[in-house]
């Protein structure tokens, strides 16, 4: 089981490669940096050749997934993951909850309970499968929808 999850879908081009790219290229804003900024372009980040680096220019929510991907002549492929910023937010709440067992662990004042096992590991799995799983399902998919839309795909599938 994979902490950060991340996932990668194929598409097909109604249209051909370089008119894709362009209007790709017409709809992102250029960056190097992968920050959330007031555009009214639909993302942000690099297009360059047939590879691109980008976000959604969505205020608030558009920076949590990473798109990285490629367009060739037919088809095209895009990788979503958690970038790296709330990556190591996340990490640092994760690692609360251990930080909170050893403390209970190692303290003297009260005796050990074991009912702070289970409180431990259900923080743990909810901050793992609810913050982590269900934010990255709902916005990645806002996200691939979004990128799907501006480069006017024909279809769209999970790759395994």
């Known amino acids: 089981m994979e902490i950060f999850p991340s996932q990668v879908y194929e598409f097909g081009l109604i249209n051909g490669q370089n008119e894709t790219l362009e209007r790709l290229k017409r709809r992102t804003e250029e960056s190097d940096s992968l920050t959330s900024k007031l555009t009214e372009k639909s993302f942000i980040g690099k297009v360059s050749k047939n590879r691109f680096r980008i976000i959604s220019s969505t205020i608030g929510k558009g920076t949590f997934c990473t798109m990285t991907g ?4 037919e088809k095209g492929e895009v990788k979503l993951e958690i970038s790296k910023p709330f990556k190591i937010l996340l990490s640092i709440l994760m690692i609360l909850p251990f930080i909170a067992f050893l403390a209970q662990v190692f303290s003297t004042s009260e005796e050990f309970n074991p009912v702070f096992i289970m409180v431990f590991l259900g923080q743990v799995l909810i901050i793992r499968f609810l913050f982590i799983g269900l934010f990255f399902k ?9 990128l799907s839309d501006v480069l006017d795909t024909e279809w769209v599938k999970k790759k395994i």
């Open 70 to 73: 490629f367009v060739s002549y």
């Open 138 to 146: 709902i916005l990645s998919k806002q996200s691939l929808n979004r």
